[in-house]
């Protein structure tokens, strides 16, 4: 038997279609209870006010320690989404793709404005940006106080010049100046009736670019996998109805399910729009 903390349970072995056994019981279990007690699918229903206190408390225990295990992590093998495939590996091999994939981005639209954070965490994704080499300024918005002064301890040690600033980016904002990119990653997906308070003020802040690394369903394959994970963004009160809202922001370049993601059951997309018709590609 082996411990997966993405299932948070025990299970017999590491081959994925066990993962996948395990997973389809477990959410379904899950909601036939949660439909018996309560008379609904969600289980959970988040606030801005639950989700401070959330963040502050996980967040107050975190050790900065050296640089790759603060900014990847260094979570013991588990089942991971790897090109699109479930692997029992290290999670941080989903990690550092998507902090590479975002610095791709970021890079393809960067001129002399800020590159802004909604939702910046403990700054992982700001200090990667920096360490990359981005010299724009860097400024990371988040809820949780905690969280926000983890980045600021984590930015002097790491000696990286990152402005990061406790804020409900629902909310008024702070001043910014002159925008190039606003980026998220898994952060709308923790605001499910207020999120297109946050699209409203990306749209008034007119950067170049808005890059989302979220989970939009829209955006997730058809499979048995695709199909549990949208069960659980159901019973977790998690995004929902995001793509459409994001897509009138501007052009859409790039929209597609990442094929990386640290928790299988929550598969990261990237989607990518772009204000001012700059030309596009690929990644």
């Known amino acids: 038997m082996i411990y997966s903390e993405v299932l948070r349970r025990a299970v017999p072995d590491t081959n994925p279609k066990t ?18 007690r309560s008379g609904r699918l969600r289980r959970l229903e988040r606030s801005t006010a639950d989700m401070r206190v959330g963040y502050d408390k996980v967040r107050s225990s975190i050790d900065i320690g050296s640089f790759e295990e603060f900014v990847v992590g260094n979570l013991s093998d588990d089942f991971t989404l790897i090109d ?36 910046s965490g403990a700054g992982r994704n700001l200090l990667h ?7 724009n300024p860097l400024i990371g918005l988040e809820l949780s106080p905690v969280s926000a002064e983890l980045s600021r301890r984590a930015a002097s040690e790491f000696a990286c010049d990152i402005r ?18 606003v980026f998220s990653v898994h952060a709308f997906e923790m605001m499910p009736r207020v999120f297109v308070r946050g699209l409203a003020n990306i749209s008034r802040l007119q950067p170049r670019a808005a890059i989302f690394f979220e989970p939009i369903e829209e955006l997730w394959p058809k499979s048995l996998l695709g ?8 019973q977790l009160d998690r995004l929902k109805g995001f ?23 929550n598969p990261t997309a990237v989607m990518a729009v772009e204000f001012g018709g700059q030309a596009s590609r690929t990644l």
């Open 243 to 265: 793509y459409r809202p994001a897509s009138e922001l501007g052009r859409v370049v790039e929209a597609k399910s990442l094929g990386y993601a640290t928790n299988p059951l």
């Open 129 to 135: 940006l920096a360490r990359a080499g981005i010299r």
């Open 84 to 119: 699109g495939r479930v692997e029992f590996t290290s999670p941080q091999r989903a990690a550092a793709y998507r902090m590479d994939a975002l610095l791709e981005w970021v890079r393809r639209y960067a001129k002399d404005g800020s590159i802004v954070e909604f939702g």
């Open 164 to 181: 990061f600033e406790s804020c409900d980016v629902t909310d008024a904002l702070p001043s910014l100046g002159p925008v190039d990119v």
């Open 19 to 36: 993962f996948l056994q395990v997973a389809t019981m477990q959410q379904l279990r899950l909601a036939a209870s949660t439909i018996v």
């Open 227 to 234: 199909l549990i994970g949208r069960l659980r963004v159901r």
